[in-house]
């Protein structure tokens, strides 16, 4: 069976064609700069990149640029053999606890969601009906990256804000990279042998969040009613005291949206180090002697360490840190100073390990708290939803 799992954003959408349920990548690309003349699209065939750079002025002519481009080069007869299409949507809200079917319904539902994320669902709901469009007969289902939260406590979502704010306008944490912590989480479950478990995830990416699961179910997360809240990130602070916009605003003359936005893009890595938003750039920077890079990360390390301390403390223990995405992935120094920072809990790193690449376990045996790299696949995850709502 023949999945696509879509991500689509304002200005670009990437996708992914699976095999189910033997979770192969058939073929995987991206479409930028959509709404533009020099947009461009990428397909991979055969292994190769195969890049176009055309006009494509909205999501409708990128989607069938996509679909049409499968047949065109050959990675599927007909487009009679895609079974099914997933779509990654952000925000949920309290209306979907889990993915669902879409149905016109669905749609609506999303779409009175925007006030909460105004810059993602918009441009998952364009996403989704250039697809009705281009594939009207195939089933659609939306993945959001808020619904495994969906099973947090009010006691871990309620801000300690006015309780009209939440009745009346949904103010409270929902949190984000659900589909990623759900995926990381399962995997830990499998290596720990115990269902259980209390485990918690470190996805550190460009955006970044912590998730702490509980025999298998979310029960606290760092993001909040946006990506912005929790630990800081490539270009987002994570949490500030809400005082520093008045602040700003008024000592440079600003409006708070700027200000909000110097905190989701201006701020993190990029705002500490001013060097870059990459860590790779930080780690170099570090290496280099620079102060302000050492700062960018040991700033964020702690603020880590604070959320797992929390985290340990509210689960009443703790058997598994997990890390995934880019950086969780790829950068042995943050997990080592991480794990050197929450070392009280009882972890004996495998510095060999912590080396290498890929899926392993990066704690000694016997190891009271391990850790373990895990690669997130989120298009797998959004590709089984779809199988399983088939
Ligand atoms: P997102 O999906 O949120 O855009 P990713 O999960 O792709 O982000 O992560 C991007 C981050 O991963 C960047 O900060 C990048 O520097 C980091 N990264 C990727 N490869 C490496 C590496 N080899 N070493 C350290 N960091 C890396």
């Known amino acids: ?189 499998a290596k720990l042998g115990n269902k259980d478990a209390k485990v918690i995830v470190c996805h550190l990416g460009n955006g970044a969040s912590l998730c702490a699961v509980d025999a298998g179910k979310s029960v606290d997360t760092s993001m909040g009613l946006t990506p912005l809240e929790g630990i800081p990130m490539g270009t987002r602070s994570g949490n500030v005291d809400p005082s520093v916009i008045k602040l700003i605003a008024d000592q440079e003359n600003r409006s708070y949206e700027s200000v909000l936005n110097d905190l989701n893009k201006q701020s993190g890595y990029l705002g500490v180090s001013g060097i870059s938003n990459d860590s790779r750039d930080i780690v170099k920077g570090i290496e280099e002697g620079n102060h302000r890079a050492y700062l960018a990360h040991k700033v964020q390390v702690k603020r880590i360490a604070d959320y797992i301390g929390s985290y340990y403390v509210y689960m009443g223990g703790l058997d598994a840190i997990c890390f995934t995405a880019g950086i969780g992935e790829n950068s042995s120094l943050i997990r080592k100073d991480i794990l050197e920072a929450v070392k009280v809990l009882g972890i004996d790193l495998d510095e060999a390990e912590n080396e290498k690449r890929g899926e392993r376990e990066i704690t000694k045996p016997g190891s009271k708290v391990r850790a373990f790299i895990i690669p997130t696949n989120e298009e797998v995850m959004i590709a089984r939803e779809v199988v399983r709502l088939k």
Request: glycine share 8%.
């Open 1 to 189: 069976m023949k999945i696509i799992a879509v991500n689509a954003g304002s200005s670009s959408l990437k996708f992914q064609l699976l095999e189910m349920p033997e979770e192969k990548v058939i073929t995987s690309g991206l479409v930028e700069r959509i709404g533009h003349h020099n947009a461009v699209f990428q397909i991979k065939v055969n292994g190769e990149k195969v890049t176009v750079e055309q006009p494509i002025l909205d999501h409708k002519v990128a989607v069938d640029l996509l679909v049409e481009g499968l047949v065109k080069y050959d990675i599927i007869k007909s487009l009679d053999e895609i079974n099914g299409v997933g779509h990654r949507v952000v925000q949920g809200g309290e209306i979907f606890k889990s993915s669902v079917v879409i149905t016109n319904k669905v749609i609506d539902d999303i779409e009175s969601l925007n006030d909460l994320a105004p810059l993602h669902n918009p441009a998952n709901v364009t996403g989704i009906t250039s697809f009705k469009k281009a594939l009207p007969n195939v089933i659609q289902v939306a993945v959001f990256d808020t619904s495994f939260h969906g099973t947090m406590d009010e006691l871990a979502y309620l801000y300690a804000t006015p309780y009209a704010w939440y009745e009346k306008y949904g103010v409270r944490k929902y949190g984000f990279h659900g589909t990623s912590h759900q995926y990381v989480s399962e995997k830990a479950y």
